[in-house]
């Protein structure tokens, strides 16, 4: 069975720095890519980064460039999200989920509020 | 980047009804576009991929079509357990999302 357990969320200050973290099991994590999805509270879907199976390709929105870097350890079959400079419009919950063009399989999402 | 235009923002349906969801993508997608359902609380679930192809376990009631730029998924037979929230998200260049149709019952 496929899981993707998100972690790392939480209340931070704008401008300050946070990492998620994605934990994959029942699949082989090395041969897919992976991406991070977010939904700001009451709004839609929104495409945050991908990365490739082996981390050697990544794509952003423009909104993040610059200021997120997604990346992975496929020894620890873990994907994260470094986010600096956060700011307000970054608040949203965090999906992990399986990049296969579409996204097939998603993680139950980990909450990310900044404010001061 | 590739815009999609989805709409209705909401809907209202009684149970049994046919519904249709519409998403126009700023240029052509190749058929590429998927399809999601998200209840309250969720993580959002695939229904549909490459237009019309149903993923394992969605029910036959749930349909996709189209080409080019324009696209349209229904649902026949509107059964309560569909009362959610429906995204399209278009995949042959990055990834872009419809801004959703929130289903309710009339």
């Known amino acids: 069975e496929v899981q993707l357990v998100e972690s790392g969320g939480g209340l931070v200050q704008p401008g300050r720095s946070m990492k998620l973290s994605c934990a994959a099991s029942?699949?082989?994590?090395?041969?897919?890519?992976m991406a991070w999805v977010r939904q700001a509270p009451t709004k839609g879907l929104e495409w945050v980064a991908t990365i490739s199976y082996d981390g050697s390709s990544t794509y952003y929105r423009d909104s993040v460039k610059g200021r997120f870097t997604i990346s992975r350890d496929n020894a620890k079959s873990t994907l994260y999200l470094q986010m600096n400079s956060l700011r307000s419009e970054d608040t949203a919950t965090y999906y992990c989920?399986?990049?296969?063009?579409?996204?097939?399989?998603w993680g139950q999402g980990v909450m990310v509020t900044v404010s001061s | 980047d590739i815009q999609m235009t989805q709409s209705p923002p909401s809907l209202s349906a009684s149970l049994g009804d046919k519904v249709t969801i519409t998403c126009q993508a700023s240029?052509?997608?190749?058929?590429?576009i998927a399809w999601y359902q998200q209840k309250p609380g969720k993580a959002p679930r695939q229904l549909i991929r490459?237009?019309?192809t149903l993923v394992s376990g969605t029910p036959s009631r749930f349909s996709g079509s189209g080409s080019g730029r324009d696209y349209s998924f229904s649902i026949s037979n509107v059964e309560s357990e569909d009362i959610a929230s429906y995204y399209c998200?278009?995949?042959?260049?990055?990834?872009?999302f419809g801004a959703g149709t929130k289903l309710e019952l009339k």
């Open positions: 490459y237009t019309s």
């Open positions: 029942g699949f082989t994590f090395s041969n897919y890519g």
């Open positions: 240029q052509n997608i190749n058929k590429y």
């Open positions: 989920t399986r990049e296969k063009g579409y996204f097939d399989y």
């Open positions: 998200l278009q995949y042959d260049n990055l990834h872009t």
